[in-house]
């Protein structure tokens, strides 16, 4: 089991400027440019990014779930088919922690709606950034040699595969060790968190699905790659 700690992000001087951009239609507005700038400086200063993930055997991919040789199973059709091919897994979890989480929790108490947006959306794009780093990292380990690639990542709660489906991953991982818990409606706290999966095995058995977003129907959903 690894965790990562201390991580150092490279995090764009311009963070959040979409939701920005969104927000206003493209027009330019100096006093939410003002604000935007603010609440970037406020959230970079209080994320503690931490990372745990490990690898586990997979046994056999049958029908819609996917069984570890640790006793482990997935359920689902979409992460069985994803994992299809595979013969290892990386499960991980990542955080940005939660002092951001009590920043927006107290934004919103006063009634401050439009800092709590800002402060949000800045946040949810450094824990993009956050999943890209880590997901560098665990494809690196994962591809054995040039014969290996890896499968695109998969989180519960993505299309047909169910939020209970945490509970899985929190048995096999231990999220408290970075501060990462599951509340009784299978949500993580703190709410900057991401769980999930990636698959990695010989080229030529792997699925070939590129994102996630190749299996979901939702076509005009705002996170569509």
Not at 31 to 37: A, I, P
Request: charged content about 30%.
């Amino acid at each position: 089991m690894i965790i990562l700690e201390n991580i150092k992000l490279d995090i764009p001087e311009d963070i959040g400027k979409d939701f920005l951009n969104k927000l206003m239609g493209g027009r330019s507005n100096l006093q939410l440019e003002e604000l935007l700038k603010e609440k970037r400086k406020v959230c970079i200063e209080n994320i503690f990014p931490k990372a745990i993930y490990e690898t586990f055997k997979i046994e056999k991919v049958n029908g819609n779930s996917v069984y570890f040789k640790s006793g482990h199973i997935f359920n689902g059709f979409n992460i069985s088919k994803i994992l299809a091919g595979s013969e290892i897994a990386v499960i991980f979890i990542f955080t940005l922690g939660n002092k951001i989480d009590e920043i927006i929790k107290e934004e919103n108490k006063s009634g401050d709606t439009l800092a709590a947006l800002f402060s949000d959306s800045i946040a949810a794009d450094i824990l993009k950034k956050l999943g890209e780093y880590i997901g560098n990292i665990i494809e690196k380990e994962g591809i054995k040699d040039k014969s290996w690639d890896s499968t695109c990542t998969y989180s519960p709660g993505q299309y047909q595969w169910i939020i209970e489906e945490q509970r899985e991953i929190f048995s096999m991982l231990e999220g408290s060790r970075i501060g990462v818990k599951l509340n009784k409606s299978f949500m993580m706290t703190p709410l900057k968190s991401i769980s999930g999966v990636y698959g990695f095995g010989s080229k030529d058995k792997i699925g070939k699905i590129r994102v996630a977003c190749d299996i979901c129907p939702r076509q005009n959903c705002i996170s569509r790659k």
